[in-house]
T-cell receptor
């Protein structure tokens, strides 16, 4: 099956700093990627839809200036958590769909555990 | 954001028994549904999917049932094994484009020997 790679798998940062998370589709092209956040013992909450070559679409309640998304190519989307605070500590997961195969399931990265201290 | 941020309910079963995990979806316009398995510290893993023109689909040891009338999905796992222990999520979307996938609340499956 298709592979989506996320990096890093975990990161610890100091409060006030910024952290960048990368999401790559390794063997297919993805016009659209999705970013989710998951708190412990909860479901995945969609944060934003990342569109190649254009601005991301953010879900209600998600601060676009805090969670910067860049989708510079058909295989890479990045999420930058700016001025991170302890409440941003969470599990961040990206997903992508193969643009050449409509109506397929979304493939997920392995997730990034962010801890802000 | 969307989806439900509730604490996960747990289904406990004995090894070898059949498991049934239920899910209610929210959007009557959704026409494509997927079940995912998530192990601790990992991303979701595809299990099985179903389109709205079907009410049942079978895979290896898994069956998904769809009831559009009451917007309900179920995942049946036959002969549950310890390796099936994980959190299971249903997800819904509208096909025909790159529409977002919205996750349900999830259920933790605990398999006891």
């Amino acid at each position: 099956g298709a592979v989506v790679s996320q990096h890093p798998s975990w990161v610890i940062c100091k409060s006030g700093t910024s952290v960048k998370i990368e999401c790559r589709s390794l063997d297919f092209q993805a016009t659209t990627m999705f970013w989710y956040r998951q708190f412990p013992k909860q479901s995945l909450m969609l944060m934003a839809t990342s569109n190649e070559g254009s601005k991301a679409t953010y879900e209600q309640g998600v601060e676009k200036d805090k969670f910067l998304i860049n989708h510079a190519s058909l295989t890479l989307s990045t999420l930058t958590v700016t001025s991170a605070h302890p409440e941003d500590s969470s599990f961040y997961i990206c997903s992508a769909r193969d643009q050449t195969a409509m109506n397929t399931e979304a493939f997920f990265g392995q997730g990034t555990r962010l801890t802000v201290v | 954001g969307e989806s439900v941020g509730l604490h996960l309910p747990t289904l406990s079963v004995q090894e070898g028994d059949n498991s049934i995990i239920n899910c209610a979806y929210s959007n009557s316009a959704s026409d494509y549904f997927i079940w995912y398995k998530q192990e601790s510290g990992k991303g979701p893993q595809f299990i099985i999917d179903i389109r709205s023109n079907m009410d049942k689909r079978q895979g290896q040891r898994v069956t998904v049932l769809l009831n559009k009338t009451v917007k309900h999905l179920s995942l049946q796992i036959a002969a549950t094994q310890p390796g099936d222990s994980a959190v299971y999520f249903c997800a819904e979307t509208i096909s025909g484009g790159y529409n977002k996938l919205i996750f349900g609340a999830g259920t933790r499956l605990a398999v006891h020997p």
